[in-house]
């Protein structure tokens, strides 16, 4: 059974800070690319941060040196450090999971349920 579950989120003044965490459970999260996006009111899911098996980051314009991903091996966790937030940052936030074959074929992506972050001005 494949679980993905965030925590974290929250009500924070804009110039403030958040971290989200995702716990996987039932993927080889060690070998497993993991991604946090987020969908605000209206408007459609986008991607946040990206953080690979090997450590590779990539990052939205929109959050390039606010925010950082980390991701924890031996916690099966990946977190999302949010600084400098900014009303527009108000969104639910979704971990996702990429599962790859050897031969690195996407296979299947497993999503959170999504945390709320909402950021006041």
């Known amino acids: 059974q494949v679980q993905l579950v965030e925590s974290g989120g929250g009500l924070v003044q804009a110039g403030g800070s958040l971290r989200l965490s995702c716990a996987a459970s039932?993927?080889?999260?060690?070998?497993?690319?993991m991604g946090w996006y987020r969908q605000a009111p209206g408007k459609q899911r986008e991607l946040v941060a990206f953080?690979?098996?090997?450590?590779?980051?990539l990052f939205a314009d929109s959050v390039r040196d606010r925010f950082t991903i980390f991701r924890d091996n031996a916690k099966n966790t990946v977190d999302l450090q949010m600084n400098s937030l900014k009303p527009e940052d108000t969104a639910v936030y979704y971990c996702?999971?990429?599962?790859?074959?050897?031969?690195?074929?996407?296979?299947?992506?497993?999503w959170g349920q999504g945390t709320q972050v909402t950021v006041s001005s």
């Open positions: 996702k999971a990429e599962i790859r074959s050897v031969g690195r074929s996407l296979l299947y992506n497993y």
């Open positions: 039932g993927i080889p999260f060690s070998s497993t690319g």
């Open positions: 953080i690979s098996v090997g450590g590779f980051t």
